[in-house]
T-cell receptor, first 121, second 118 residues
Framework: ETGVTQTPRHLVMGMTNKKSLKCEQHLGHNAMYWYKQSAKKPLELMFVYSLEERVENNSVPSRFSPECPNSSHLFLHLHTLQPEDSALYLC????????????????????FGNGTRLTVT | AQKITQTQPGMFVQEKEAVTLDCTYDTSDPSYGLFWYKQPSSGEMIFLIYQGSYDQQNATEGRYSLNFQKARKSANLVISASQLGDSAMYFCAMRLPSGDTGRRALTFGSGTRLQVQP
């Protein structure tokens, strides 16, 4: 059983719908991420919440809106999506060490959820 | 900016044989971590093995080993004694030290689809 749980596993939505993806981690991690995986493309980082800081990939459209109410929960709110947004959305978490220019925290692997396969019709 | 290159879109291997999946990386940082993940058709990403830039020895985890050649900036994954269950997508990824939140995220290659044949 994965320590990172994503719901729903599958989602079909119309372009005018509003939906949310949910991610919950039970690993005591303090950083969470959203990645998008489209067919025949490398995984694309969308958003990072780490040590109370949020980082966005500037190429992500505003129709995607993240929310991280605490270190265990992460949401991705979706509205007025396009068919090209159909993809596998992966949530991941890791433990971050708050040290400036640390050399010791890049060795912790990210733990992934099973993903939400989104289809926009 | 960091970059990961996997030049093999697909690979075939016979069951019980060894296979090497290629990965090259590009970064100007002296400190970095290299990871390999397996993604079966079900979609989950499974962490396999890690290699740190300062590690003197190649990493090994069971049937997985990492052929780390720092001067060539390559981190190839070697799977020994392939099994049918090894059929999956394999991703090489890199992570940089903290100081910049975005850098701590993993940068992935495009992946290699491995098919193990009986």
């Amino acid at each position: 059983e994965t320590g990172v749980t994503q719901t729903p596993r599958h989602l079909v939505m119309g372009m005018t719908n509003k939906k949310s993806l949910k991610c919950e981690q039970h690993l005591g991690h303090n950083a969470m991420y959203w990645y998008k995986q489209s067919a025949k493309k490398p995984l694309e980082l969308m958003f990072v919440y780490s040590l109370e800081e949020r980082v966005e990939n500037n190429s992500v459209p505003s129709r995607f809106s993240p929310e991280c109410p605490n270190s265990s929960h992460l949401f991705l709110h979706l509205h007025t999506l396009q068919p090209e947004d159909s993809a596998l959305y992966l949530c991941t978490s890791s433990h971050e060490v708050e040290l400036i220019a640390s050399n010791i925290d890049y060795n912790s692997p990210l733990h992934f959820g099973n993903g939400t396969r989104l289809t926009v019709t | 900016a960091q970059k990961i290159t996997q030049t093999q879109p697909g690979m075939f291997v016979q069951e019980k044989e060894a296979v090497t999946l290629d990965c090259t990386y590009d970064t100007s940082d002296p400190s970095y971590g290299l990871f390999w993940y397996k993604q079966p058709s079900s979609g989950e990403m499974i962490f396999l093995i890690y290699q740190g830039s300062y590690d003197q020895q190649n990493a090994t985890e069971g049937r997985y080993s990492l052929n780390f050649q720092k001067a060539r900036k390559s981190a190839n994954l070697v799977i020994s004694a392939s099994q049918l269950g090894d059929s999956a997508m394999y991703f090489c990824a890199m992570r940089l030290p903290s100081g910049d939140t975005g850098r701590r995220a993993l940068t992935f290659g495009s992946g290699t689809r491995l098919q193990v044949q009986p």
